[in-house]
């Protein structure tokens, strides 16, 4: 009889290369990341992505390819995480049997050669710096304890340093150099530079900015990463990933051997998310191919160099739960800094985000060396972090969803109570004034005198209504600034039941140089809305009703007519 193959397991959470081989894991080979890495010749490699992109995983697989398990000293026991022999020195060569690297002969010879540095921050997210220092330090200590065996290789001095790291006793100069004394013991021990890997080494970054000690973890960053990386004669390659590329002035100050590759370039672009072909044969693998078009629409339109891909971490979960399509991807913990962005950003930025979810795609220029802290006076910077193409677009109907739930939660945040569905339920039905005296309730007691400020107020007044009427998407087309007419209207809500009526939104500030009141401006709106014929749109859809708003704003105060 012939024993049938078994079939590969459904990786979900597994990011530990030795384990997803041996445990009979169904994986992408992305093997080739080693040979490009190999072939660049870069010192130090940064390579940001975007979350669940398979950053830990690939970290892990150049770990097991480039370290030597333990030096050959027979007074040193090797490592329990390993039951080959000593002598073989290649003890985790079948892990990358039948791999695409395994044909290069010349980067094979690579293979279990190297003392590996492994540190990974990505848990390290915490809202006080004392314990973000405490977990810092617990990754490092751990990293010397995996290393225990090179104190034979140290001095009596060195040995006493060494212990004050292990045991956690170090003050902040030992731990801010400690990446390169490890560096330094285990070329010694091994006869062979180090291969430093540091991954999610922005996530510490992340929970200090949004919880208020960024400048506390900058300096310790610059001052561990820069000592194991710049200038450290220890060290043969260092690669770190990260979810954001974080300017070189404030961590990689005089690092002259770095090179960044991010999402726009096509260095390394088809080593990180799944490509069409490899979601295709997942999804034949496990019997889903008729799901392909609907995945196609939810997971893709990432723009990685030339290549569009997928999220590894949405097609995994799709097929681990037997083909559902839902956002997998969207996590309201992983995504406080996304909403952060979003709520600082201006005004009339939040109606471009408006546009991204209606499906439009925004040309702008992307800045890659700024800093976190750049979002509070750098207006593009929204861009950078949310940077998803060349030209920004959102890819797929997972994100769309993902704009949609931080949209509401940024109104949401102004104030405002639960009963603004009433609100727009009101607006809907048709019963104008219940609209208009719940809005200028709202108008009044959701805004803040700091939120009104600027050239442009009347943009916020758009934006936060923008904001409200993303509720309205499963039922209403929201659109804004389209053309109809002779103008462009502000805002028009387009039912899909033709049986409801069309509403047609137009806003105007009080001109206080005119001597214009709440009352003449809201009337100057809707009068607009009738010379300009915004009603074109509707009438050409077959709309037979319309609803005609003319909103003015003065400060907080609002006045809503209806025509």
Not at 436 to 457: C, H, N
Request: neutral net charge; aromatic residues 12%.
């Amino acid at each position: 009889m012939i024993e049938q193959k078994k079939k590969k397991l459904i990786p979900i959470g597994i990011d530990d290369f030795e384990r997803l081989v041996e445990g009979n894991y169904y994986f992408a080979d992305k093997s080739l990341l080693i040979k490009e890495l190999l072939d660049s010749g870069a010192a130090v490699t940064l390579l940001p992505r975007p979350r669940r992109f398979g950053k830990t995983l690939n970290l892990s697989m150049l770990r097991y390819f480039f370290e030597k398990v333990a030096p050959l000293i027979p007074s040193i026991e090797l490592p329990l995480e390993t039951n080959v022999s000593r002598e073989s020195g290649l003890s985790r060569r079948h892990l990358f049997n039948g791999l695409k690297i395994e044909q290069y002969a010349d980067c094979m010879k690579h293979q279990g050669q190297y003392p590996v540095i492994w540190l990974t921050f990505k848990d390290v997210k915490t809202e006080k710096w004392d314990d973000c220092y405490r977990l810092l330090r617990t990754q490092i200590m751990r990293e010397f304890e995996r290393h225990d065996y090179v104190r034979e290789f140290l001095s009596d001095a060195e040995k006493e340093r060494f212990e004050r790291i292990r045991q956690g006793r170090g003050d902040l100069a030992d731990f801010m150099g400690s990446l390169l004394d490890l560096s330094m013991y285990l070329e010694r021990a091994y006869k062979a530079k180090t291969v430093i890997l540091v991954d999610e080494y922005d996530a510490p970054i992340h929970a200090a900015y949004l919880n208020g000690y960024y400048d506390e973890v900058i300096g310790f960053m610059r001052g561990f990463l820069g000592a194991g990386l710049k200038g450290n004669n220890s060290l043969n390659l260092g690669v770190l990933t990260g979810i954001l590329r974080v300017a070189k002035e404030s961590i990689f100050s005089g690092i002259n051997n770095l090179r960044v590759c991010t999402l726009v370039q096509e260095s390394y672009a088809n080593q990180f998310g799944f490509l069409e072909d490899e979601v295709r044969a997942m999804l034949a693998y496990f019997e889903l191919e008729n799901k392909l078009d609907e995945v196609r629409r939810w997971y893709n339109g990432y723009q990685s160099g030339s290549y569009k891909v997928y999220n590894p971490w949405s097609i995994i979960n799709l097929a681990g739960n037997k083909g559902v399509i839902q956002a997998y991807w969207v996590n309201t913990s992983d995504n406080l800094l996304v909403r952060d962005i979003l709520k600082k950003s201006q005004p009339y930025m939040k109606e471009d985000v408006e546009k991204l979810m209606h499906g439009e795609s925004l040309h702008t220029l992307i800045n890659e060396n700024l800093t976190l802290l750049d979002i509070d006076h750098d207006e593009n910077a929204l861009w950078n972090f949310l940077l998803l193409t060349a030209d920004l677009k959102i890819p797929n109907e997972e994100i769309a969803s993902l704009y949609e739930t931080t949209v509401l939660s940024w109104f949401k945040e102004k104030g405002i109570s639960q009963d603004y569905l009433r609100m727009l339920s009101y607006l809907i039905q048709g019963d104008a004034a219940e609209f208009k005296r719940m809005f200028e309730l709202f108008s009044y007691e959701a805004l803040s005198s700091f939120d009104i400020t600027g050239r442009e107020p009347e943009r916020l007044y758009h934006a936060l209504t923008i904001g409200m009427f993303v509720a309205l998407q499963g039922s209403h087309e929201v659109r804004s600034n389209r053309e109809s007419g002779l103008g462009r209207y502000d805002v028009s809500l387009i039912p899909k039941d033709l049986s409801k009526p069309g509403i047609i939104l137009e806003f105007k500030k009080v001109d206080v140089k005119k001597k214009e009141t709440l009352k003449t401006a809201a009337q100057n709106a809707l009068k607009q809305i009738e010379e300009r014929d915004y009603e074109t749109e509707l009438r050409a859809r077959g709309f037979k009703n319309s609803i005609k708003l003319g909103i003015a704003f003065k400060g907080k105060e609002s006045l809503v007519l209806v025509g």
